[in-house]
């Protein structure tokens, strides 16, 4: 079992940044591979980061080169850097821990604005 709670959610004029993490308490954290969705009103969640429990990243097209994701498995957690925020990138983001054995664990979801 694992504990997601996100935290660093907020409004941002465009252009700004912020920084996203994902405390995780349960066991085995580091087996886990570790992701950030984005939900927007009226659209479906989609997948915007991910790092393997090896270290490997994945990126969305659209935040490639303005968002970066790492994972300190000594303190159970995870982070999205997020720079040159646009509009369009308002949602509310969700850490997701991943793993076959384990199965999937959300945290409850932070909200993010990016707005003059």
């Known amino acids: 079992q694992v504990q997601l709670v996100e935290s660093g959610g907020g409004l941002v004029q465009p252009g700004g940044s912020l920084r996203l993490s994902c405390a995780a308490s349960?066991?085995?954290?580091?087996?886990?591979?570790m992701n950030w969705y984005r939900q927007a009103p009226g659209k479906q969640r989609e997948l915007v980061a991910a790092i393997s429990h090896g270290g490997t990243t994945n990126y969305a097209d659209s935040v490639k080169g303005r968002f970066t994701i790492f994972r300190d498995n000594a303190k159970n957690t995870v982070s999205l850097q997020m720079n040159s925020l646009k509009p369009e990138d308002t949602a509310v983001y969700y850490c997701?821990?991943?793993?076959?054995?384990?199965?999937?664990?959300w945290g409850q979801g932070t909200q993010v604005t990016v707005s003059s």
């Open positions: 997701n821990a991943h793993s076959l054995a384990k199965g999937d664990y």
């Open positions: 349960g066991s085995f954290f580091s087996i886990y591979a």
